[in-house]
C-alpha cells in the first residue's frame, strides 16, 4: 500500500528544510576556526569549536532516534531546531562577548541540530512507496547541495555588517533561518513510527566482531575523519597565508558542494562495482587532496584539494556505510547504524581538535602530510578485513544505502 499523496509531497518541504537549515554547518566550518582563533585563550586551541560541532552531533546521535520513538519526529525535529537557534543567538552573543566558552556552546548545540537534520533523508524514504525511495533520499540530498551554496553565500555576505564584531550578524542571520525553517517543518505530514521490539536480532557484540564490519567502521571513521580534519584547517590556514575571508567561505562553499553533487551516480557505481571498490576509490581520492595540499598554498590549489576532498568523502563514505549494512539484519539496522554513527562522530571529534593544533604549531604542509599514513592504514584494513564475511541475506540494497548514507553530513546535512 502506497502512502498518501500528502506524505509524498512532504519529501519536498524536508529538501527545502534541508537546504535552508543545512546551511548552518557550512557557516560553522567556514568561520568557526577562524573566529576560534581570535576569541581562544591560546592559538592552540583554535579548532576547539569545530570539535565540539562533532561532540554535539555525537552525543545527539542515540537520543534523536529514541526521542523520536517515544513522542513522534516532529518533537524531535523541534528540538532540534531549537538547538539551531539557540546556537546562532549564542554564537553573536560570544562574539560580542569575546566569549571562547560560550562560543563552544553554541557550536555543540549547532551540532545537535545537525544530528537531527541527519535523520531527514531517512524519513522521506519513508514518506513514498518503496520503488520512489531512492529518488525521495536523493531529492534531499539535493538539498544539502544547495546548502553548501547558502553556506557559502551567507558567511560572505554578512560576515561585515557588523564592522567592530565580524560574523556578529552571520550567526544572528543563522538563528533566523532556522526560526523559520523549525516554523515549516511543524507543518510538515510524516509517517507514523512504528514500535519495534528492542531484542530483535543478533547482540552489538556480535556484529561487531564481523572482519567486514571492522573493515566498514575503520574505512568510514578515517574517510569521515580525513575529511574533517583537512577542511576544519584549510580556512584558517587560508588566512594563515594571507588570503581573505571571503575565499575561504568559496572553498569551503565548492568542498561541500564536492562533498554531495556526486551523491547520485555513486549509488549506481557501488550497484555495478560493489562496495569495496567504490570505498577504496574514495580513500584514493582523499589521498589525493591531502597531496594536492603539499604542493603549494595558492587559492587555486586550496580549492582543488578541497574539492577534491569532498568527492572522495563521498565515495568513500557511502562505500563504508554500504558495507556496514551488508553486515547486519534489517531487524538489527536501527542499533548498528546508530552505533555506527557514534563511533565515527566520536573519532572525527578527536582528529579535529587535533587538526588546529598541528596547523598552529606545525603548519599546513604537515597537517596534510599526517593525512596520509591514516589514508593507508584504512586502505590495508580494507584489503586485509573486506573480503572476509559475505552480504546476508536480508541485506538492504547498496544503491538506495548508498545514497541515504551521505546526508549525514555533514555532519554538513
Known sequence: MNPPHHLGRS?????????????????????GAVIGRDLAPSPDLATLPVSFFMVGMASATLPAGALAQRHGRIAVFLIGKLAGVLAGLLGAAAIALHAFAL???????????????????????????????????????????????????????????????????????????????????????????????ADEGRGLGTIARQPRFLAAIVCGA????????????????????????????????????????PSLLTGRLIARWGTMPVTALGLLVTLGSALLGLVGTSNALF????VVLGIGWNFGFAGASSMVLECHEPAESARVQAFNDFLIFSIVAVGSF??????????????????????????????????????????????????ASLSAQSGIS
Not at 124 to 148: E, F, K, Y
Not at 303 to 306: F, K, N, P, R, V
Not at 392 to 402: D, T
Open 11 to 31: 519529501v519536498w518541504r524536508l529538501a527545502l528544510v534541508q537546504a535552508l537549515a543545512g546551511s548552518s554547518a557550512t557557516i560553522v566550518f567556514a568561520t
Open 103 to 197: 562560543f563552544c556552546v553554541a557550536i555543540f548545540l549547532s551540532g545537535v541540530h545537525a544530528a537531527v537534520l541527519m535523520s531527514y533523508r531517512f524519513v522521506a524514504a519513508q514518506c513514498v512507496a518503496a520503488d520512489q525511495r531512492p529518488r525521495a533520499v536523493a531529492t534531499v540530498l539535493a538539498g544539502g547541495i544547495v546548502a553548501g551554496l547558502c553556506g557559502g553565500w551567507l558567511a560572505t555576505g554578512t560576515m561585515s555588517l557588523v564592522p567592530r564584531f565580524p560574523f556578529l550578524a552571520t550567526y544572528l542571520t543563522m538563528a533566523a533561518i532556522i526560526a523559520g525553517c523549525g516554523l515549516f517543518v511543524a507543518r510538515t505530514p510524516l509517517p507514523v513510527l512504528h514500535s519495534r521490539a
Open 222 to 261: 578515517v574517510s569521515y575523519l580525513l575529511m574533517n580534519y583537512l577542511m576544519t584547517s584549510a580556512p584558517l590556514a587560508m588566512r594563515l597565508h594571507g588570503h581573505a575571508q571571503g575565499q575561504a567561505n568559496a572553498v569551503v562553499q565548492w568542498h561541500v558542494v564536492a562533498m554531495y553533487a
Open 303 to 306: 580549492l582543488a584539494s578541497m
Open 354 to 403: 587535533l587538526s588546529g593544533n598541528i596547523l598552529m604549531r606545525f603548519g599546513w604542509e604537515v597537517v596534510c602530510l599526517l593525512a596520509v599514513p591514516l589514508g593507508v592504514m584504512a586502505l590495508i584494513a580494507l584489503v586485509l578485513l573486506g573480503r572476509r564475511g559475505r552480504e546476508l541475506p536480508g541485506a538492504e540494497a547498496p544503491k538506495a544505502v548508498a545514497t
